[in-house]
């Protein structure tokens, strides 16, 4: 898949990882809960501003 994206687009605009999920966690609605996903990533870091 990233080498995929690697040759369709710009260097900046692919990812440098990917993560394979079997769920995601939904609303009631059906929206998906974007904070979940980031809470998961953030974990154990620090988030900064360069």
């Given amino acids: ?3 995929w994206c690697r040759d369709k687009l ?3 605009k692919c990812p440098t990882s990917v993560e ?3 769920e995601l966690a939904r609303t ?3 929206k998906l809960q ?3 996903l980031r ?3 953030w974990q154990g870091m620090t988030r900064q501003i360069y």
């Fill in 1 to 3: 898949l990233i080498e």
């Fill in 10 to 12: 710009a260097h900046y």
């Fill in 39 to 41: 809470d998961a990533y």
């Fill in 34 to 36: 974007k904070y979940k």
């Fill in 20 to 22: 394979f999920r079997s």
């Fill in 28 to 30: 009631a609605t059906g």
